[in-house]
């Protein structure tokens, strides 16, 4: 069983840079393609950024040039690099792995990330 922990979420002035990290439990790490989905309060959880095993990169376009996804094999760490965030970023950021192998889903519990204007 893989456990995902999130951290690095918090309060943040419109502008400002934030990076949020995703450590995951066991030894299948390099085998997960990993996710960063958020969600905003009355709205549907959104896929922000997706890195697969041989670490190539999607963003959503409201993030793209702002945000960047990275990970960390040997850490068994995902990232989520935001810069120049917006009011509008304000969510709970929730990381997702799923196995190759397997097709195992697994998600953290979320961080909270606020941004005032």
């Known amino acids: 069983q893989v456990q995902l922990v999130e951290s690095g979420g918090g309060l943040v002035q419109a502008g400002g840079s934030l990076r949020l990290s995703c450590a995951a439990s066991?030894?299948?790490?390099?085998?997960?393609?990993m996710r960063w989905y958020r969600q905003a309060p009355g709205k549907q959880r959104e896929l922000v950024a997706a890195?697969?095993?041989?670490?190539?990169?999607d963003y959503a376009d409201s993030v793209k040039d702002r945000f960047t996804i990275s990970r960390d094999n040997a850490e068994n760490t995902v990232y989520l690099q935001m810069n120049s965030l917006k009011p509008e970023d304000t969510a709970v950021y929730y990381c997702?792995?799923?196995?190759?192998?397997?097709?195992?889903?697994?998600w953290g519990q979320g961080t909270q990330v606020t941004v005032s204007s």
């Open positions: 997702h792995g799923r196995d190759v192998r397997y097709l195992n889903d697994y």
């Open positions: 066991g030894s299948i790490f390099s085998i997960m393609r």
């Open positions: 890195i697969t095993t041989d670490g190539r990169t």
